[in-house]
């Protein structure tokens, strides 16, 4: 089945520290991939929809100079949390999508970001 | 704009046990795909089930079916043979067809226990 990587599972760093997560598909290409946060007890919100190649697409209230999306690759989306606060603490997922049709989603494991 | 709603925050099921889980969503759609994922204590997200609107037979996985009532646009998830393994957030999903971005649109979520 569809495998999608995503990595760390878990940071914690300091506030005002760059955090890097990686979302990688590993046995398909996916031209599109999601970028969600999920705080406790609450459902997924999707912040962005990231194109292979092109510029991120943001949801309305997500900033993109703070949440900074790149999809280089067919297999590789990454987000940057710049200057991280205690507030971007949070449960981050991402997934991707495989080309071609109305594919589902197919979801990383998440990444638990903690800020002190 | 789509919303979906799941009225049932909490749910409990005696291990053996049939239980459901409601949906209903709200689109002007003719094409769409609605969705159970499961998000069990570990929070990966795993896809349970699909169901394309232009298929009137409702999808079956196992001991996992929907009842899929297009005209009440209502989306409900059937667990039989319950198991303790089965505990765990279940959120009901809807994307739109048709080429879309194939973004998800997700519910609030239910929390299923399954007791022994």
């Known amino acids: 089945g569809a495998v999608v990587s995503q990595h760390p599972s878990r940071v914690i760093c300091k506030s005002g520290t760059s955090v890097k997560i990686e979302c990688r598909s590993l046995d398909f290409q996916a031209t599109t991939m999601f970028w969600y946060r999920q705080f406790p007890k609450q459902s997924l919100m999707l912040m962005a929809t990231?194109?292979?190649?092109?510029?991120?697409?943001?949801e309305q209230g997500v900033e993109k100079d703070k949440f900074l999306i790149n999809h280089a690759s067919l297999t590789l989306s990454t987000l940057t949390v710049t200057s991280a606060h205690p507030e971007d603490s949070s449960f981050y997922i991402c997934?991707?999508?495989?080309?071609?049709?109305?594919?589902?989603?197919?979801f990383g494991d998440g990444t638990r970001l903690s800020i002190l | 704009a789509q919303t979906v709603t799941q009225s049932q925050p909490e749910m409990s099921v005696q291990e053996a046990e049939t239980v459901t889980l409601s949906c209903t969503y709200d689109t002007s759609e003719s094409n769409y795909y609605l969705f159970w994922y499961k998000q069990p204590p570990s929070r990966q997200m795993i896809l349970v089930i699909r169901q394309e609107a232009y298929k009137q037979q409702n999808a079956t996985e196992n001991r996992f079916s929907v009842n899929f009532q297009k005209a009440a646009k209502s989306f409900s998830l059937k667990i039989s043979d319950s198991q303790l393994g089965d505990t765990a957030m279940y959120f009901c999903?809807?994307?739109?067809?048709?080429?879309?971005?194939?973004?998800?649109?997700f519910g609030k979520g239910t929390k299923l226990s399954v007791k022994p």
């Open positions: 999903a809807f994307m739109k067809g048709g080429g879309s971005q194939g973004n998800l649109i």
């Open positions: 990231s194109n292979e190649g092109s510029k991120a697409t943001y």
């Open positions: 997934s991707a999508r495989e080309r071609g049709g109305n594919q589902p989603q197919h």
